[in-house]
């Protein structure tokens, strides 16, 4: 199966194509018929895993250029390692359910087949950036990714909220992206290719300066800064969840934004060249977490919430990763890398499982503010408790899939100590906020009588769904657990290396954090034996400061956004005025040009047929022999063409020509012509007139 | 030449001539076939054309590569690549007719096939043939049973007036190149081209020019390649005979005869004329008047294309303006232009073939041609639409489809070769190409916005018969296999440049 997986990756095209091309009209025709793509995508990547597990140690590759310029190759490959097996069955099956939800979702959407055609898409080019060997197809379905995001966010593009945030979306990533090139072009420029093998075995072999490596590994984190919604440039991500909820529950979830944590650890080996810019990595991490965290605790919009809580959570595989990578450039032994795509897997599940809970709440109560929520445990049997499972695993609850992967997170830092100490308070936090959440969602009374009143459970295609990802939120960490001597840590090493690094110690301070973050928001939400307003009052400024996003968005829009729109609209008066006007000249031109070249056709050229046709006219008659007349004058045209060029060649070759004598033979060859056409065409005519 | 042939290689030389032998007697099967099936089994006489030339292509690949009839008959890489090109369009030609011979020519279905295949059996010849008067057989041989096959609605005047047009314009140009062939011979003394090529470049090594009766040949050899090629000044009879004529020989003269026209193009002048390209071989050269001939065929093809309202028309303008693309190629003299002139030629076969096709459904569907008759055809036929859709796409050049693989190959040839001689012009050439294609997307597109969106619903809905649906699917796997995955056929056409005479001089 390995060597065929690229049918992974182009069955959600081959969806996306059909739908566009032919189903389109077809609604519910559209809907199965992605799903049932993406499910075999599903089964195909279960076997590619089955296989991997199988062979450990070693990974397959196979690619066919594209376009060879030279000794250069573009070129179209495939990588399957175990990373890539695992990711492309996280990606596969959270797409799956992500589907099956959409169907009930979306139902009555005036968009239903497009917004399936782009889900498609989207996996399309999720699939193929995990897939892919090097870094050029990367960077294609990299930008692929981007636009399918653009599309889904602003896929209620009434609105315009959503029209923004998807603009908003689209430009912060590009920033991100300008690193992104600027490290691939030095990557072609200092190692002639692109195939991500022969790139690390150069940096490995110390064939390119160490400094060199260093601009180029952040010229790279820029990439994934970008996409993971990393310091600074997180302030897209949250503004994303104007998109429909199950666009939120895959793209700004569980794939897309992890598609940066995982460009990380694909190139790792470029981190591990360079210990400055795998601290640069880490702090970055660590900053984006705790900053995120600290905003989650205020927010009262239940998908801005999970939004935060992804910054943070996805901070912290970025700090793991950046941890990894220098501890291992200084010879140390370290976990992080494990840690780090470890949380990326079990995070997918349980944050999609949370945002589709929420998107499944949202539903019932038609609203995003959890303060008008409350008490909806009676009304909603099932998404209820499997919202729950999912806030569990996420504050670290122990024997959950969250707990497993955070704690090796924090056995990452053990080297670090300024890490250790905030990587326990964001996750302190991450209790608490998601708790906060449950509590105010589904506990205590309802707060708002009407919201309460017309709740209801969502159809099954949203709760069943919810069902396999409230499994997979508990169990997939299971694969880490330290008593399995080859679990996940040793798959995603290549069979060497490491075992878990979490001992007993580490478990219960874990577990101590988390449970006391749940206990503090039962005491200020359930108990309000804390009052949540007062402590507000007290420490009013902090308040603001998370309430307000740290200003960020304040600060972009004084600082970026508004010298460039000042500027912008002064382009936009030069756009208008010169540039509008020469294209739009140039377009006038155009159309004239075609317009004098459709009168030659007709009025000279077809003339002849219209009764035009001026060589027959000089020679006398015009309407009669229409039909001959035409075709004769095709020829003496070209016969009067030959030798004109014939005659400007001789001019050319400085052949002496007597011009006067040659124009005059030259006309009365013309003239010849013409006469003996008409003789001709009269005698086509008297021919056809006889036969008649 | 040994005048006692041994009987060895009397086998031999039939070995290499055999696809060409068997498809011509096929030709005479299937018109028997027809006379011996009943009028009501409507596609057996097509079965059994598509049938032979199947066969005939299995027998290219077992006839191998050699020479014949003293260099008269020469089986190489180039040949091989349009005998492919041809046969492909024969295929799908014969593929897209069998709606015609069940409507409108049930009379005479043997002879119309027939005479498509004797027109193949032509050109295969003629991309055999090295030499003047086996090439000047082979493209008669190719335009006659055009004549009669553009006539072929008997009672039809506007395709009755397109057989004869075709039959007074062909004949004039056989005349022209004729009389172009006999100052090549009388200059050179043999009808040989690489014989040709050698006594050219003595003659003009002695005398330090070729004299006034070289550029005579030459603009009359052009003049009379350039009918077929629909090159302007001589492409005024296209749009009209595409127009009257039935759409599966429009489509098969735009394709196979335009075909015909660049192996005959390349035979004469890159082979027999190759030294007279430059400017330096002042006033013989003809590169650049093809260089103003091709710029030419691209603005008049592709602007006066954006006004015409009938699909025909339109397709024939478009026809002319794809020549005027190919010639790019031609004129870039390196290896990669004539590599990029066989691949362009393989993906126009493909989108232009899928194209027609996509015509004579419609127009055996509803007897018209009209652009604005495709309107909202998306809705009821999903498939033709996003077929035809995918074909006006690749003629217009968009990525990832085999068109736009096309024009990079002949754009590319051209800059490389501006750059590496210093040709101005060229550079200038290539630009013309480059602006006129973005003009070329207005007409290509608009069919696709009367079927895609519009709001109403087509009041037709289109259906296939196997053999269109064959052909629909074959020109829809070709362009995006060119598209997606060029570099095997990048590879073939790369071995074909091997086999020209200026390829052992570099």
Same mark, same amino acid.
């Given at each position: 199966?390995?060597?065929?997986?690229?049918?992974? +990756?182009?069955?959600?095209?081959?969806?996306?194509?059909?739908?566009?091309?032919?189903?389109?009209?077809?609604?519910? +025709?559209?809907?199965?018929?992605?799903?049932?793509?993406?499910?075999?995508?599903?089964?195909?990547?279960?076997?590619?895993?089955?296989?991997?597990?199988?062979?450990?140690?070693?990974?397959?590759?196979?690619?066919?250029?594209?376009?060879?310029?030279?000794?250069?190759?573009?070129?179209?490959?495939?990588?399957?390692?175990?990373?890539?097996?695992?990711?492309?069955?996280?990606?596969?099956?959270?797409?799956?359910?992500?589907?099956?939800?959409?169907?009930?979702?979306?139902?009555?959407?005036?968009?239903?087949?497009?917004?399936?055609?782009?889900?498609?898409?989207?996996?399309?080019?999720?699939?193929?950036? +995990?897939?892919?060997?090097?870094?050029?197809?990367?960077?294609?379905?990299?930008?692929?990714?981007?636009?399918?995001?653009?599309?889904?966010?602003?896929?209620?593009?009434?609105?315009?909220?959503?029209?923004?945030?998807?603009?908003?979306?689209?430009?912060?990533?590009?920033?991100?992206?300008?690193?992104?090139?600027?490290?691939?072009?030095?990557?072609?420029?200092?190692?002639?290719?692109?195939? =991500?093998?022969?790139?690390?075995?150069?940096?490995?072999?110390?064939?390119?300066?160490?400094?060199?490596? #260093?601009?180029?590994?952040?010229?790279?984190?820029?990439?994934?800064?970008?996409?993971?919604?990393?310091?600074?440039?997180?302030?897209?991500?949250?503004?994303?969840?104007?998109?429909?909820?199950?666009?939120?529950?895959?793209?700004?979830?569980? #794939?897309?934004?992890?598609?940066?944590?995982?460009?990380?650890?694909?190139?790792?080996?470029?981190?591990?060249?360079?210990?400055?810019?795998?601290?640069?990595?880490?702090?970055?991490?660590?900053? #984006?977490?705790?900053?995120?965290?600290?905003?989650?605790?205020?927010?009262?919009?239940?998908?801005?919430?999970?939004?935060?809580?992804?910054?943070?959570?996805?901070?912290?595989?970025?700090?793991?990763?950046?941890? =990894?990578?220098?501890?291992?450039?200084?010879?140390?032994?370290?976990?992080?890398?494990?840690?780090?795509?470890?949380?990326?897997?079990?995070?997918?599940?349980?944050?999609?499982?949370?945002?589709?809970?929420?998107?499944?709440?949202?539903?019932?109560?038609?609203?995003?503010?959890?303060?008008?929520?409350?008490?909806?445990?009676?009304?909603?049997?099932?998404?209820?408790?499997?919202?729950?499972?999912?806030?569990?695993?996420?504050?670290?609850?122990?024997?959950?899939?969250?707990?497993?992967?955070?704690?090796?997170?924090?056995?990452?830092?053990?080297?670090?100590?300024?890490?250790?100490?905030?990587?326990?308070?964001?996750?302190?936090?991450?209790?608490?906020?998601?708790?906060?959440?449950?509590?105010?969602?589904?506990?205590?009374?309802?707060?708002?009588?009407?919201?309460?009143?017309?709740?209801?459970?969502?159809?099954?295609?949203?709760?069943?769904?919810?069902?396999?990802?409230?499994?997979?939120?508990?169990?997939?960490?299971?694969?880490?657990?330290?008593?399995?001597?080859?679990?996940?840590?040793?798959?995603?090493?290549?069979?060497?290396?490491?075992?878990?690094?979490?001992?007993?110690?580490?478990?219960?301070?874990?577990?101590?954090?988390?449970?006391?973050?749940?206990?503090?928001?039962?005491?200020?939400?359930?108990?309000?034996?804390?009052?949540?307003?007062?402590?507000?009052?007290?420490?009013?400024?902090?308040?603001?400061?998370?309430?307000?996003?740290?200003?960020?968005?304040?600060?972009?829009?004084?600082?970026?956004?508004?010298?460039?729109?000042?500027?912008?609209?002064?382009?936009? #008066?030069?756009?208008?005025?010169?540039?509008?006007?020469?294209?739009?000249?140039?377009?006038?031109?155009?159309?004239?040009?075609?317009?004098?070249?459709?009168?030659?056709?007709?009025?000279?050229?077809?003339?002849?047929?219209?009764?035009?046709?001026?060589?027959?006219?000089?020679?006398?008659?015009?309407?009669? =022999?229409?039909?001959?007349?035409?075709?004769?004058?095709?020829?003496?045209?070209?016969?009067?063409?030959?030798?004109?060029?014939?005659?400007?060649?001789?001019?050319?070759?400085?052949?002496?020509?007597?011009?006067?004598?040659?124009?005059?033979?030259?006309?009365?060859?013309?003239?010849?012509?013409?006469?003996?056409?008409?003789?001709?065409?009269?005698?086509?005519?008297?021919?056809?007139?006889?036969?008649? | 030449?040994?005048?006692?042939?041994?009987?060895?290689?009397?086998?031999?030389?039939?070995?290499?001539?055999?696809?060409?032998?068997?498809?011509?007697?096929? *030709?005479?099967?299937?018109?028997?076939?027809?006379?011996?099936?009943?009028?009501?089994?409507?596609?057996?006489?097509?079965?059994?054309?598509?049938?032979?030339?199947?066969?005939?292509?299995?027998?290219?690949?077992? *006839?191998?590569?050699?020479?014949?009839?003293?260099?008269?008959?020469?089986?190489?890489?180039?040949?091989?690549?349009?005998?492919?090109?041809?046969?492909?369009?024969?295929?799908?030609?014969?593929?897209?007719?069998?709606?015609?011979?069940?409507?409108?020519?049930?009379?005479?279905?043997?002879?119309?096939?027939?005479?498509?295949?004797?027109?193949?059996?032509?050109?295969?010849?003629?991309?055999?043939?090295?030499?003047?008067?086996?090439?000047?057989?082979?493209?008669?041989?190719?335009?006659?049973?055009?004549?009669?096959?553009?006539?072929?609605?008997?009672?039809?005047?506007?395709?009755?007036?397109?057989?004869?047009?075709?039959?007074?314009?062909?004949?004039?140009?056989?005349?022209?190149?004729?009389?172009?062939?006999?100052?090549?011979?009388?200059?050179?003394?043999?009808?040989?081209?690489?014989?040709?090529?050698?006594?050219?470049?003595?003659?003009?090594?002695?005398?330090?020019?070729?004299?006034?009766?070289?550029?005579?040949?030459?603009?009359?050899?052009? *003049?009379?390649?350039?009918?077929?090629?629909?090159?302007?000044?001589?492409? %005024?009879?296209?749009?009209?005979?595409?127009?009257?004529?039935?759409?599966?020989?429009?489509?098969?003269?735009?394709?196979?005869?335009?075909?015909?026209?660049?192996?005959?193009?390349?035979?004469?002048?890159?082979?027999?004329?190759?030294?007279?390209?430059?400017?330096?071989?002042?006033?013989?050269?003809?590169?650049?008047?093809?260089?103003?001939?091709?710029?030419?065929?691209?603005?008049?093809?592709?602007?006066?294309?954006?006004? %015409?309202?009938?699909?025909?028309?339109?397709?024939?303008?478009?026809?002319?303006?794809?020549?005027?693309?190919?010639?790019?190629?031609?004129?870039?003299?390196?290896?990669?232009?004539?590599?990029?002139?066989?691949?362009?030629?393989?993906?126009?076969?493909?989108?232009?073939?899928?194209?027609?096709?996509?015509?004579?459904?419609?127009?055996?569907?509803?007897?018209?041609?009209?652009?604005?008759?495709?309107?909202?055809?998306?809705?009821?036929?999903?498939?033709?639409?996003?077929?035809?859709?995918?074909?006006?796409?690749?003629?217009?050049?968009?990525?990832?489809?085999?068109?736009?693989?096309?024009?990079?190959?002949?754009?590319?040839?051209?800059?490389? %070769?501006?750059?590496?001689?210093?040709?101005?012009?060229?550079?200038?050439?290539?630009?013309?190409?480059?602006?006129?294609?973005?003009?070329?997307?207005?007409?290509?597109?608009?069919?696709?916005?009367?079927?895609?969106?519009?709001?109403?619903?087509?009041?037709?809905?289109?259906?296939?018969?196997?053999?269109?649906?064959?052909?629909?699917?074959?020109?829809?796997?070709?362009?995006?296999?060119?598209?997606?995955?060029?570099?095997?056929?990048?590879?073939?056409?790369?071995?074909?440049?091997?086999?020209?005479?200026?390829?052992?001089?570099?």
């Amino acid at each position: 199966m390995t060597e065929h997986a690229y049918l992974i +990756v182009l069955l959600p095209l081959f969806s996306f194509l059909t739908i566009v091309f032919a189903l389109r009209w077809k609604e519910q +025709v559209s809907a199965v018929f992605s799903v049932g793509m993406i499910a075999t995508s599903l089964i195909m990547s279960i076997m590619v895993l089955i296989e991997t597990l199988g062979h450990q140690g070693d990974y397959y590759a196979a690619a066919f250029s594209i376009v060879e310029l030279g000794a250069f190759k573009l070129q179209l490959g495939m990588l399957i390692d175990p990373l890539t097996a695992m990711m492309l069955v996280v990606v596969t099956s959270i797409g799956t359910c992500v589907e099956i939800y959409s169907i009930g979702y979306m139902k009555d959407d005036p968009r239903f087949s497009r917004f399936f055609a782009y889900l498609s898409l989207f996996l399309f080019s999720m699939l193929g950036l +995990v897939i892919s060997d090097n870094f050029f197809m990367t960077f294609i379905f990299w930008e692929l990714v981007g636009l399918t995001s653009y599309l889904l966010i602003g896929f209620w593009f009434e609105k315009k909220s959503a029209a923004d945030a998807c603009k908003k979306a689209f430009l912060t990533t590009r920033v991100g992206d300008l690193g992104f090139i600027v490290g691939l072009l030095m990557i072609m420029y200092y190692c002639g290719t692109f195939n =991500y093998a022969e790139v690390f075995t150069m940096i490995g072999a110390g064939a390119v300066p160490s400094g060199i490596v #260093t601009i180029l590994a952040i010229g790279v984190f820029c990439g994934a800064v970008g996409k993971s919604a990393q310091f600074p440039l997180h302030a897209w991500l949250p503004d994303a969840m104007e998109g429909p909820t199950p666009v939120s529950a895959i793209v700004h979830s569980a #794939t897309m934004v992890a598609a940066g944590v995982y460009l990380v650890a694909r190139t790792m080996s470029i981190f591990i060249a360079s210990a400055e810019a795998s601290m640069v990595v880490a702090v970055i991490g660590i900053a #984006t977490s705790l900053m995120a965290a600290t905003i989650a605790l205020v927010q009262v919009d239940i998908k801005r919430i999970l939004a935060y809580s992804t910054i943070s959570q996805l901070g912290y595989m970025i700090m793991a990763l950046g941890l =990894y990578g220098v501890d291992t450039a200084n010879g140390h032994h370290s976990p992080g890398f494990y840690a780090g795509t470890f949380h990326l897997m079990t995070h997918a599940f349980f944050k999609s499982l949370l945002f589709m809970g929420a998107g499944s709440v949202i539903h019932a109560v038609h609203t995003n503010d959890i303060m008008e929520m409350g008490g909806l445990w009676k009304k909603m049997k099932y998404t209820a408790p499997v919202f729950l499972i999912g806030s569990l695993s996420i504050a670290g609850f122990p024997l959950t899939s969250g707990f497993f992967s955070k704690d090796e997170i924090v056995a990452t830092t053990f080297g670090h100590p300024v890490f250790t100490v905030l990587t326990l308070l964001i996750a302190f936090m991450t209790a608490f906020y998601m708790w906060r959440l449950c509590f105010l969602t589904f506990f205590g009374e309802p707060r708002v009588a009407h919201r309460y009143e017309h709740a209801h459970e969502s159809p099954n295609t949203m709760t069943y769904p919810l069902f396999f990802l409230a499994f997979m939120a508990i169990f997939a960490g299971w694969t880490g657990i330290p008593a399995l001597k080859h679990g996940f840590a040793s798959f995603v090493a290549h069979g060497e290396g490491y075992v878990p690094h979490a001992d007993w110690v580490n478990y219960i301070v874990s577990s101590i954090v988390g449970l006391s973050g749940i206990g503090l928001a039962y005491l200020m939400y359930i108990k309000k034996s804390i009052s949540a307003d007062k402590i507000a009052e007290k420490f009013k400024p902090l308040y603001n400061l998370f309430w307000n996003k740290w200003y960020f968005d304040e600060i972009y829009q004084a600082a970026i956004i508004d010298p460039i729109m000042t500027f912008g609209r002064w382009m936009w #008066t030069f756009d208008g005025k010169i540039i509008d006007g020469a294209v739009n000249g140039m377009a006038t031109l155009t159309m004239w040009w075609a317009d004098v070249k459709m009168w030659i056709d007709k009025w000279i050229i077809d003339g002849a047929v219209n009764g035009a046709g001026f060589i027959v006219r000089m020679a006398g008659s015009v309407l009669k =022999y229409l039909q001959t007349g035409r075709m004769q004058f095709y020829l003496i045209l070209s016969m009067i063409l030959v030798i004109v060029m014939i005659l400007l060649k001789f001019e050319i070759a400085h052949i002496n020509i007597e011009w006067p004598s040659m124009t005059v033979i030259f006309i009365i060859a013309v003239l010849a012509l013409s006469i003996a056409s008409r003789f001709v065409s009269e005698d086509a005519n008297q021919e056809s007139e006889n036969e008649k | 030449m040994n005048p006692q042939l041994p009987i060895v290689d009397l086998l031999e030389t039939l070995r290499l001539m055999l696809p060409e032998l068997f498809l011509f007697l096929w *030709a005479l099967v299937v018109i028997t076939v027809d006379l011996f099936s009943s009028r009501k089994n409507d596609s057996l006489v097509g079965y059994t054309a598509l049938a032979g030339i199947v066969i005939t292509g299995v027998l290219l690949t077992i *006839a191998g590569d050699g020479v014949a009839f003293g260099a008269m008959f020469v089986n190489d890489p180039f040949s091989f690549a349009f005998k492919i090109i041809f046969l492909g369009t024969a295929f799908m030609a014969v593929g897209s007719s069998f709606g015609i011979t069940k409507q409108k020519i049930q009379n005479h279905r043997g002879e119309f096939y027939g005479l498509i295949l004797f027109s193949t059996v032509g050109m295969m010849f003629l991309a055999s043939s090295h030499e003047l008067v086996s090439l000047y057989i082979g493209l008669e041989l190719t335009t006659i049973p055009l004549f009669v096959l553009a006539a072929f609605y008997k009672d039809d005047k506007m395709s009755v007036e397109s057989g004869i047009k075709y039959f007074v314009i062909g004949a004039f140009s056989s005349a022209m190149l004729l009389y172009g062939f006999s100052f090549l011979y009388g200059m050179t003394g043999t009808t040989n081209l690489g014989q040709m090529s050698f006594n050219l470049a003595a003659n003009h090594i002695a005398h330090q020019s070729s004299g006034f009766v070289m550029i005579i040949a030459n603009v009359t050899i052009l *003049a009379g390649i350039g009918f077929k090629l629909s090159l302007p000044p001589f492409h %005024q009879w296209a749009p009209d005979v595409y127009e009257g004529a039935p759409t599966p020989v429009a489509a098969f003269l735009s394709v196979g005869s335009k075909a015909a026209g660049l192996v005959a193009f390349t035979k004469i002048f890159l082979i027999g004329l190759w030294g007279y390209i430059s400017i330096e071989m002042t006033p013989s050269d003809w590169g650049l008047m093809v260089g103003v001939m091709s710029a030419v065929a691209m603005i008049i093809g592709n602007i006066v294309a954006i006004r %015409q309202t009938n699909i025909k028309r339109m397709l024939a303008y478009s026809s002319i303006a794809q020549a005027g693309y190919i010639m790019i190629g031609m004129i870039a003299l390196n290896e990669h232009g004539i590599s990029s002139v066989v691949f362009y030629t393989f993906v126009y076969l493909f989108a232009n073939m899928g194209a027609f096709a996509c015509v004579t459904i419609f127009e055996d569907k509803t007897g018209t041609t009209e652009i604005a008759n495709y309107k909202g055809l998306a809705q009821t036929s999903p498939f033709f639409a996003a077929l035809l859709a995918i074909f006006m796409l690749s003629l217009a050049g968009i990525p990832p489809l085999g068109g736009f693989m096309a024009k990079y190959k002949v754009f590319a040839a051209g800059i490389n %070769q501006a750059s590496a001689f210093n040709v101005d012009w060229l550079y200038w050439l290539v630009g013309v190409g480059l602006l006129t294609s973005v003009f070329s997307l207005y007409y290509y597109v608009n069919v696709i916005k009367q079927m895609y969106f519009t709001k109403d619903a087509s009041i037709y809905k289109m259906t296939f018969n196997p053999p269109v649906l064959t052909v629909l699917i074959i020109c829809f796997v070709g362009i995006m296999v060119t598209g997606i995955y060029p570099e095997p056929v990048f590879e073939f056409a790369n071995k074909v440049y091997s086999t020209f005479a200026f390829s052992i001089l570099k």
